[in-house]
């Protein structure tokens, strides 16, 4: 078992994060720009934070989210986004993994940034197959 803390700059909200286009005249979602910038630039804090530390966890994880923001913004805005750059960046195989989420806001005006800490739970024992 083990952990991983981030510090990342703060994500796009949402409501920035995805468009529809209708090009082919079959609508169809697609990342903005801002968003794809911004997992490019956290992707690399991520590698740079990790300092050939690589781990990838392959157990359940409970992951703690704390967002310091400059003005308000729901606190579910960013989840998603997170999520998936840390499934990207192969921190977990896949965000089902995730078994416990814990997200926190507050204001910060001078460092706006996302606070991210990854740990491993403990397997649970399991029974052989066929056993009540």
Not at 30 to 45: D, L, S
Not at 75 to 102: G, T
Not at 108 to 129: G, M, T, V, Y
Request: with cysteine; charged share 25%; proline share 5%.
């Amino acid at each position: 078992m083990g952990n991983l803390k981030f510090v990342l700059d703060l994500p796009p909200s949402i409501n920035q994060t995805y468009a529809v286009s209708n090009r082919t005249g079959k609508s169809k979602f697609y990342k903005r720009r801002i968003v794809q910038n911004w997992e490019y630039t956290a992707g690399y804090q991520i590698k740079h934070q990790w300092k050939g530390k690589r781990i990838t966890f392959l157990g359940k994880v409970k992951i703690e989210i704390n967002l310091f923001h400059q003005r308000g913004r729901d606190i579910d805005a960013s989840i998603k986004v997170i999520l998936d750059l840390l499934q990207h960046m192969r921190i977990y195989q896949n965000d089902s993994q995730a078994v416990s989420l814990l997200v926190t806001k507050s204001k910060d005006l001078k460092n706006p940034r996302c606070e991210i800490i990854i740990e491993e739970l403990p397997q649970s024992p399991c029974l052989p197959a066929g056993r009540p």
